[in-house]
């Protein structure tokens, strides 16, 4: 069963991040290695049920579902239950974003409807850093490579979002 490692909240983007447990990407330069094992945390139905009020505080806009990689499960019918039960217990107006190493093709199309964004592409250490827009208001997103792209889901299909300049990371 999929599992949550933990959870963090990102002022900068409005978001409140939910770390999930296993990935076989084996990506060099990780930048959470520790969610690699698919053992670690907690059975997600605990986890939504101990934290489903933090969802409508309306302190955030968004939950990325991220960590690990939600399209490494061993059970992709589990994953895919996650996500539907985390969109539910979300405010309608509360974006849901997927963070895969995948690409578009990877991710099931059942799942594509209960998502409002997905960031694509494994993360490659030697490559430049990518910015993007995904809302009028907010701050650029940095994604760590370049190869890396954020879709906006409408109407079920992906639409990129606007690059707005390549750079190399300070961190």
Not at 95 to 113: F, H, M, Q, R, Y
Not at 136 to 151: K, Y
Request: glycine share 8%.
């Amino acid at each position: 069963m999929l599992r949550v490692i933990g959870t963090e909240y990102n002022p900068a983007h409005q978001a409140f991040e939910v770390y999930v447990a296993g990935c076989t990407r084996n990506c060099p330069g990780c930048h959470n290695p520790e969610s690699h094992s698919f053992g670690k945390g907690r059975r997600w139905p605990e986890w939504l049920r101990d934290n489903r009020f933090k969802l409508g505080t309306r302190t955030f806009k968004r939950v990325w579902a991220l960590g690990g990689d939600l399209l490494c499960q061993p059970d992709m019918v589990d994953a895919l239950e996650f996500i539907k039960a985390l969109r539910r217990a979300m405010p309608e107006h509360m974006e849901l974003w997927l963070w895969t190493g995948g690409e578009p093709e990877d991710v099931p199309a059942e799942l594509i409807s209960w998502l409002s964004f997905v960031k694509t592409g494994a993360y490659r250490q030697t490559e430049c850093s990518r910015l993007v827009r995904y809302d009028e208001d907010g701050i650029p997103l940095l994604l760590a490579s370049d190869n890396q792209r954020l879709w906006k889901i409408k109407e079920n299909s992906y639409e990129p979002c606007h690059t707005e300049k390549q750079g190399h990371e300070d961190a």
